[in-house]
């Protein structure tokens, strides 16, 4: 999962909420050491249409206060035509619900992001209205910077005393809805699928037991299904060879055909680019048990399930439509369920919703401070443990100038379960076949290699027993660790256990797989 974040909407309502302005009666003569809102005001020529929707929706005190900004600010001329296409004279022409949302939806209320620390993708805080926004660079470097796919950033890095602002082109279509909410006209038979096959709930909910949860949806328009022959649920059984008419059960093929196109995490477009290189590929976990999707650069165009003999693969047609819940990318083809070859599989430890729905902060890059989360036993159904008095399981997320900064999304898993302590939870799919087995993880920098853990999986010792102290005398770091081999005969998830051999803390990152052969 890539950096999924659970920030409360009641907690962006008192940041948010009316207050004082805090530079009302100060008098600035330097711009540059203004606050965002009463430095736009000074530069009335760029920004009057956006002060004016600020101060029209009680924001610009907010705007104004002691805390991190970053600003995506529409020009006057972006503004200009956007109420044109609204048919508004005057931003104090539009309702006040749909105002005061698009200047949340523009705004990044908890940090300064500047060029340096824009990411690859989806930026990992939300905006002030509780949503997320994507980050795509164009040919052209600097100069093409797009948000949402949709607007130009025409100005970097603007500096006020509170913010960081980026001057737009144009405006943002804030996000209304839910993935099920934004599937159109186009999209009848995806709805009748999702309906008939119970994803539709799931799909159609933000919270679920108060843990906002995020998913990616490829979805298949009705013109695709139509070239396939495919106009029904039950036209779609028959294609798929599927006599059983129960389609809410897991094992049905059009249930697992559906779940083929949901991913229990949102990825943007560059998202799914990452970490692949030309003509190389990387897995992913779909909600459909025990399948993966592939995703593959080829003569540096993006395909799914790229078929290196027929030299086809699935294209997005439409990508980073982005919902309340997570993201949608329209493919143009069925994308039916394959199994790919095997890759490198890098398993980051942390990598599940359930820990993300417990932490405040989560896979965030760019952090000044770390954060913490203490874990009792019982609280996290994705992690099973068994250790002494006193031992402790946290989730460690390291700020930027930490050594564990360097770690898979930043973040590790904090043990010190005593000896013959154990921890257990299960891996992502991968497929079957063999593979050199490591694990990446804080080396303490000692004289005597301590913090000793052996690992099992699928109830098998592998290799040898791992000492993540000790590595170096004199420098402490992350490093990778081989652990030995093993063979997985099926494509399916694998229970690993990992068994403390003294009572040493340490702090483990994640565990690769890499192909043999």
Wanted: net charge negative; aromatic share 12%; hydrophobic share 35%.
């Amino acid at each position: 999962m890539k950096r999924v974040v659970i920030l409360l909407a009641a907690a962006f309502t008192l940041m948010w909420g009316a207050c004082s302005d805090p530079y009302a009666d100060q008098v600035f003569k330097d711009t540059d050491k203004m606050p965002a809102a009463s430095f736009m005001e000074a530069n009335e020529d760029v920004y009057s249409l956006w002060v004016d929707l600020l101060k029209y929706t009680g924001l610009f005190n907010t705007v104004n206060l002691n805390m991190d900004y970053t600003c995506f600010v529409p020009d006057n001329e972006a503004m200009h035509k956007y109420l044109q296409a609204k048919g508004k004279s005057s931003v104090r022409e539009l309702d006040m619900e749909e105002a005061s949302n698009l200047v949340r939806y523009h705004t990044i209320a908890s940090k300064q992001y500047t060029t340096s620390d824009f990411p690859d993708g989806m930026f990992p805080d939300s905006t002030a209205s509780g949503d997320y926004l994507s980050l795509e660079m164009r040919e052209g470097g600097f100069q093409a910077f797009y948000i949402n796919d949709e607007a130009r950033i025409k100005e970097l890095n603007i500096t006020a005393t509170n913010a960081v602002i980026h001057l737009l082109e144009s405006v943002l279509t804030p996000v209304t809805g839910t993935i099920v909410d934004n599937l159109d006209e186009n999209y009848t038979l995806m709805l009748d699928l999702l309906n008939k096959t119970g994803y539709e709930k799931l799909l159609s909910s933000i919270y679920m037991n108060g843990v906002k949860y995020r998913y990616t949806l490829f979805a298949v328009p009705d013109d695709v299904f139509a070239e396939a022959g495919i106009n029904s649920v039950a036209s779609l059984a028959v294609y798929l060879g599927e006599t059983n008419n129960d389609y809410t059960d897991p094992a049905n093929k059009v249930n697992r055909y559906v779940g083929y196109h949901i991913a229990n995490s949102a990825y943007s477009f560059a998202d799914m680019n990452t970490d692949i290189d030309n003509n190389t590929s990387k897995n992913v976990s779909m909600m459909a048990s025990n399948t993966l999707i592939s995703m593959r650069l080829v003569n540096e165009m993006f395909f799914l399930n790229y078929n290196e003999e027929t030299k086809k693969g699935i294209s997005v047609t439409r990508k980073n439509l982005n919902c309340k819940n997570g993201v949608i990318h329209v493919v143009d083809g069925m994308m039916e369920i394959t199994e790919p070859k095997a890759t490198k599989v890098t398993w980051d430890l942390t990598d599940y919703p359930e820990l993300a729905g417990v932490c405040e902060k989560y896979q965030l890059e760019n952090q000044s401070k770390t954060y913490t989360r203490s874990l009792a036993y019982d609280i996290l159904n994705c992690y099973k443990l068994s250790g002494g008095y006193g031992s402790d399981y946290t989730y460690h997320l390291a700020n930027k100038n930490e050594v564990m900064y360097k770690a898979s999304n930043h973040d590790c898993m904090f043990l010190n379960l005593g000896k013959y302590g154990w921890i257990q939870m299960e891996s992502p799919m991968i497929i079957a076949g063999k593979y050199k087995m490591s694990l990446v993880h804080y080396n303490q920098a000692l004289k005597t290699k301590e913090g000793r853990w052996s690992v099992i999986v699928d109830g098998e010792y592998v290799g040898v027993q791992v000492t993540t102290w000790g590595s170096s005398t004199s420098k402490s770091e992350m490093i990778t660790t081989t652990i030995g081999e093993v063979e997985f005969t099926e494509s399916v998830p694998h229970t690993v256990r990992f068994m403390a051999g003294d009572d040493y803390y340490s702090y483990l990152d994640c565990l690769i797989f890499e192909p043999i052969n």
